[in-house]
C-alpha cells in the first residue's frame, strides 16, 4: 500500500523568500502525484501533478514541482513567495490498489506561513 | 462549466442529534463522489465514495452513513452523532476514479462541532 509523508508541520517564510515544501512517498512503482492547496477554512484546490514525462511540472500560482524516482520525492517549489501562499499543502499519491481499484493518499499537510 | 455546493457551512450539534449533510454537483454527468474528513494534524480520511446512484463504499467503520439518492446529490448522516464526529467534512467530485489520473474538485467544507 502506498504512503505519503510531509515530514514539515509547519513552515514560516518571510515574503520574496524561496519556498519548498517536501513530500515522500511510498510506492512500488511510479504513482499518479499531485499538490493541493487549502485556504483557511476552505476546500481543496489543485496546484499541480505529475503523471509521466517531464520530471519538472508547473503548475497554478508560480507553483512548480520536481518527481525524483531515486528519492522518492515530489516537493513542491516557488521562487518568491507571496502573502496570499499562506495556506496549508497536502501532497497526494494516486496508485493502483489491486485490479481496476485505484487509491488516493494524502499527507498530513504542511501549514505555511508568510511574514511581511 | 462544474461547480459542487456543500452545505451547511458550519455546524453545532448536541451529542446524540441526527446529521445531515449536503454536497451537489453542477455541469456533469454521473461523477464519482466522495466524503472526506480532515482533522487538525491528521490529513484527509476518506470515508465514503460512490461510483453511482445508490452505489456507496465505506472506507472506515464509523457512526455515519452515506446515500446517493440522485445522480449529483451525495449526502452524509448520523443517526446520533458522538464527540468525535467533530471535524471538518468535504464533499469532493472526480470524473474518474481518485487514484488515477485523475484530480479531486472539492466543495469548501463543512465545520462541524458535536458538544
Known amino acids: 500500500a502506498q504512503s505519503v509523508t510531509q515530514p514539515d508541520i509547519h513552515i514560516t517564510v518571510s515574503e520574496g523568500a524561496s519556498l519548498e515544501l517536501r513530500c515522500n512517498y511510498s510506492?512500488?512503482?511510479?504513482?499518479?502525484l499531485f499538490w493541493y492547496v487549502q485556504s483557511p477554512g476552505q476546500g481543496l484546490q489543485l496546484l499541480l501533478k505529475?503523471?509521466?514525462?517531464?520530471?519538472l511540472v508547473q503548475g497554478i500560482k508560480g507553483f512548480e514541482a520536481e518527481f525524483k524516482r531515486s528519492q522518492s520525492s515530489f516537493n513542491l517549489r516557488k521562487p518568491s513567495v507571496h502573502w496570499s501562499d499562506a495556506a496549508e499543502y497536502f501532497c497526494?499519491?494516486?496508485?493502483?490498489?489491486?485490479?481496476?481499484?485505484?487509491?488516493?493518499?494524502f499527507g498530513k499537510g504542511t501549514l505555511l506561513t508568510v511574514n511581511p | 462549466s462544474q461547480t459542487i455546493h456543500q452545505w451547511p457551512a458550519t455546524l453545532v450539534q448536541p451529542v446524540g442529534s441526527p446529521l445531515s449533510l449536503e454536497c451537489t454537483v453542477e455541469?456533469?454527468?454521473?461523477?464519482?463522489l466522495y466524503w472526506y474528513r480532515q482533522a487538525a494534524g491528521r490529513g484527509l480520511q476518506l470515508l465514503f465514495y460512490?461510483?453511482?446512484?445508490?452505489?456507496i463504499s465505506s472506507e472506515v467503520p464509523q457512526n455515519l452513513s452515506a446515500s446517493r439518492p440522485q445522480d449529483r446529490q451525495f449526502i452524509l448522516s448520523s443517526k446520533k452523532l458522538l464527540l468525535s464526529d467533530s471535524g471538518f467534512y468535504l464533499c469532493?467530485?472526480?470524473?474518474?476514479?481518485?487514484?488515477?489520473?485523475?484530480?479531486?474538485?472539492f466543495g469548501q467544507g463543512t465545520r462541524l462541532t458535536v458538544v
Open positions: 497526494a499519491v494516486g496508485a493502483q490498489s489491486g485490479g481496476s481499484n485505484y487509491k488516493l493518499t
Open positions: 460512490s461510483v453511482g446512484i445508490g452505489q
Open positions: 455541469g456533469t454527468s454521473n461523477p464519482n
Open positions: 505529475y503523471f509521466s514525462g517531464d520530471t
Open positions: 469532493a467530485w472526480s470524473v474518474r476514479r481518485l487514484g488515477s489520473d485523475d484530480q479531486a474538485f
Open positions: 510506492y512500488g512503482a511510479t504513482p499518479y
